[in-house]
């Protein structure tokens, strides 16, 4: 009997405890990404036919014209209000390849050229009316460019192209898209 007694304890104990410890789980509502989080992969594209075209074209100084400029882009930040979708994929392009907001040290290009393609999460949130303030998540691309360059240090970024993605997936709510980066690399 005692031991019946015994068991009937520690079975109610661990019902105690375990009803305590589901009465302090918070839900969380914003999303925790931090810069190692957000980043996904690295791979190397030296090699292909877009990087030696782009190398030879940077190499003879032409300037590369570049069709996402934005004239929304004021004081370095980006849209508060701007539709989800291409439009938004859009600023961000941008922000990272045409304002020159983001400060880096820029490097030298090195021949045979030398590139990687960084690919990073973003996160945002899409509000009742179905735009994003995009103005809130551009640390996110500031952070992305720094975490790039930690990881090639002692190089340089010689030149930057983003690609955004932007594909609103909820119509409220928070999303998380990506971003490649590529990046060929300079001294």
Partial sequence: MKTFKLIIAVVALVAFNSCQ???NVVTETVPTSTQNQQFVKVI???NTPEIQQLAKELKSGKKLQNTAISQRIVNCT???DIQCGSESAQEIEAYVNTSN???YTQG???FPPQAQQFTFDYSYYI???SDINMDRYQFQFDAHIAEIQRQINPLKIAFIQADAQNG???ERGW???QVVYTVILGN
């Fill in 21 to 23: 410890n589901d009465e």
């Fill in 44 to 46: 190397d594209v030296s």
């Fill in 78 to 80: 980006l849209d508060s």
């Fill in 101 to 103: 907001c983001i400060s």
């Fill in 108 to 110: 030298t290009l090195i």
């Fill in 127 to 129: 509000d009742g009316d």
């Fill in 168 to 170: 609103c997936f909820n």
């Fill in 175 to 177: 999303n998380v898209d």
